[in-house]
């Protein structure tokens, strides 16, 4: 990707990284960090961006984003992703492999990757862990790791086959990457189409319990115990995964964990009118789950919200609830909708009293940035910290701004988003790719 050429003063803002909250200047130059201090004095040339008032971070890091490329192009494309990507203030994105023809060759990865030097932002890619994502052999884990590949799982479809993980995961010890699990025994999901519990009940229709994603968090934390392997837990949607995940950790082992701004803000409840813009895998779960997972997100359990923005054409939503496609879009709408969340629950005193403190608000942006950074081994270009000599990932928000989403400016291809109705709070309004600036004053600028 080319670096930026120009030169940028972003003055007055409230910097936050791994290193703190504190108000200064940053210059950027030739795609880079050139200085960081409290006063800058503008260079000549240099266009200034007013950030008082506004949070200067680094670039958002997405661990799990569908970019539907190779094989369903109507519903997103490698370079539509990632404008939608910049849009929300990422500067990478870790694509899934769950494309036709799968991302489990190293033939398949050398073709996207050429795809993605179109992408106006850094995508990285998730191999397969089995060949197919069937679930039968594994696949050249190796040969992808030579190009570049860090990660790798078959989401959509957990491995079932306890053995075949086993295998896994001591290959991908040996060769130095991180498996990543989508939790699910399809004994338990058994086709089902929303949360097993009161209102699938009400509505007669099938439901995935919560067991379905507890059994195989319980049987890969104990695989890792076993093999000493790192592990990432994909879209923790459930209480008491999310505390199994906690117990984990105390007990030191190399399992990191995720959650999604749709399991934090949604709940089973938005589906009570059959309406398959909710649907998800994992299902939308009740409201003891969802404030189980702001609590386990409060104690440091999880560490990174992903989107796993899932882009379907609208045929593949405009249908019944138990027919209609898995999955919505969440990349341009992730930060508005947890930092509304957090806003809400801030004022009814669910999560502390006051304001957003320094402490949550770095918490928060950590969340979205280096940690998920450090778990795609990526954080030596992206998720800061914003000092002199790094490369220029920087995202500019505002963390009070007050919005809806608006289904005529959506940039992703596809239109599914659960937040039409939902009040957001937080706007992105500049990314820096590289240095490059792409969106300005939050409208792209490519």
Same mark, same amino acid.
């Given at each position: 990707?080319?670096?930026?050429?120009?030169?940028?003063?972003?003055?007055?803002?409230?910097?936050?990284?791994?290193?703190?909250?504190?108000?200064?200047?940053?210059?950027?130059?030739?795609?880079?960090?050139?200085?960081?201090?409290?006063?800058?004095?503008?260079?000549?040339?240099?266009?200034?961006?007013?950030?008082?008032?506004?949070?200067?971070?680094?670039?958002?890091?997405?661990?799990?984003?569908?970019?539907?490329?190779?094989?369903?192009?109507?519903?997103?494309?490698?370079?539509?992703?990632?404008?939608?990507?910049?849009?929300?203030?990422?500067?990478?994105?870790?694509?899934?492999?769950?494309?036709?023809?799968t991302l489990d060759s190293p033939e398949v990865v050398s073709y996207v990757r050429q795809l993605a030097k179109e992408a106006v932002l850094d995508v990285y890619f998730a191999g397969a862990i089995t060949k197919g994502r069937l679930g039968e052999s594994l696949t050249e884990m190796s040969k992808m790791a030579e190009l570049g590949i860090r990660l790798f799982t078959d989401d959509g479809a957990g491995v079932q086959n306890g053995q075949l993980m086993r295998r896994a995961l001591e290959y991908a010890k040996g060769i130095g990457v991180t498996l990543a699990q989508h939790c699910e025994d399809l004994t338990l999901s058994n086709g089902g189409a929303m949360n097993e519990g009161a209102v699938s009940a009400v509505l007669g229709m099938k439901g995935i319990p919560n067991a379905a994603e507890d059994v195989m968090v319980a049987r890969d934390i104990e695989l890792v115990r076993l093999t000493g392997a790192r592990l990432h837990l994909?879209?923790?949607?459930?209480?008491?995964? *999310?505390?199994?995940? $906690?117990? #984990? @950790?105390?007990?030191? %082992?190399?399992?990191? !964990?995720?959650?999604?701004?749709?399991?934090?803000?949604?709940?089973?409840?938005?589906?009570?009118?059959?309406?398959?813009?909710?649907?998800?895998?994992?299902?939308?779960?009740?409201?003891?789950?969802?404030?189980?997972?702001?609590?386990?997100?409060?104690?440091?359990?999880?560490?990174?919200?992903?989107?796993?923005? *899932?882009?379907?054409? $609208?045929? #593949? @939503?405009?249908?019944? %609830?138990?027919?209609? !496609?898995?999955?919505?879009?969440?990349?341009?709408?992730?930060?508005?909708?947890?930092?509304?969340?957090?806003?809400?629950?801030?004022?009814?005193?669910?999560?502390?009293?006051?304001?957003?403190?320094?402490?949550?608000?770095?918490?928060?942006?950590?969340?979205?940035?280096?940690?998920?950074?450090?778990?795609?081994?990526?954080?030596?270009?992206?998720?800061?910290?914003?000092?002199?000599?790094?490369?220029?990932?920087?995202?500019?928000?505002?963390?009070?701004?007050?919005?809806?989403?608006?289904?005529?400016?959506?940039?992703?291809?596809?239109?599914?988003?659960?937040?039409?109705?939902?009040?957001?709070?937080?706007?992105?309004?500049?990314?820096?790719?590289?240095?490059?600036?792409?969106?300005?004053?939050?409208?792209?600028?490519?």
């Amino acid at each position: 990707m080319v670096t930026g050429r120009r030169k940028f003063l972003i003055r007055g803002g409230l910097l936050v990284d791994s290193k703190g909250v504190r108000r200064s200047d940053l210059l950027v130059e030739a795609g880079k960090i050139a200085a960081c201090e409290k006063e800058i004095d503008p260079p000549s040339g240099a266009k200034v961006v007013d950030a008082r008032g506004l949070v200067v971070s680094p670039g958002f890091v997405d661990l799990h984003t569908h970019l539907r490329q190779p094989g369903n192009e109507k519903s997103e494309t490698i370079s539509s992703g990632s404008r939608a990507g910049v849009s929300g203030g990422y500067t990478a994105l870790l694509a899934m492999p769950n494309t036709t023809p799968t991302l489990d060759s190293p033939e398949v990865v050398s073709y996207v990757r050429q795809l993605a030097k179109e992408a106006v932002l850094d995508v990285y890619f998730a191999g397969a862990i089995t060949k197919g994502r069937l679930g039968e052999s594994l696949t050249e884990m190796s040969k992808m790791a030579e190009l570049g590949i860090r990660l790798f799982t078959d989401d959509g479809a957990g491995v079932q086959n306890g053995q075949l993980m086993r295998r896994a995961l001591e290959y991908a010890k040996g060769i130095g990457v991180t498996l990543a699990q989508h939790c699910e025994d399809l004994t338990l999901s058994n086709g089902g189409a929303m949360n097993e519990g009161a209102v699938s009940a009400v509505l007669g229709m099938k439901g995935i319990p919560n067991a379905a994603e507890d059994v195989m968090v319980a049987r890969d934390i104990e695989l890792v115990r076993l093999t000493g392997a790192r592990l990432h837990l994909l879209h923790i949607s459930t209480g008491r995964s *999310a505390e199994m995940v $906690k117990v #984990a @950790k105390a007990d030191g %082992l190399p399992v990191t !964990a995720e959650v999604t701004p749709h399991h934090l803000v949604l709940s089973e409840r938005r589906l009570a009118d059959f309406n398959p813009i909710f649907k998800v895998n994992p299902p939308l779960r009740s409201d003891a789950d969802r404030l189980a997972l702001w609590g386990a997100l409060g104690q440091g359990t999880f560490d990174a919200i992903a989107t796993d923005h *899932a882009p379907h054409h $609208k045929e #593949a @939503k405009d249908t019944t %609830l138990d027919q209609a !496609a898995f999955g919505m879009i969440g990349l341009e709408s992730a930060l508005g909708a947890v930092l509304g969340e957090l806003q809400r629950q801030l004022a009814d005193k669910v999560v502390g009293e006051g304001g957003l403190s320094d402490e949550q608000l770095m918490n928060l942006v950590g969340l979205f940035t280096w940690r998920p950074a450090r778990i795609a081994q990526i954080d030596d270009v992206h998720g800061g910290p914003l000092v002199v000599g790094r490369p220029a990932n920087v995202a500019i928000f505002d963390p009070t701004f007050k919005w809806r989403l608006s289904e005529t400016e959506i940039v992703s291809r596809s239109k599914n988003s659960p937040y039409f109705d939902t009040d957001l709070v937080g706007k992105v309004l500049y990314t820096f790719v590289n240095g490059d600036l792409k969106l300005r004053e939050g409208e792209l600028c490519l």
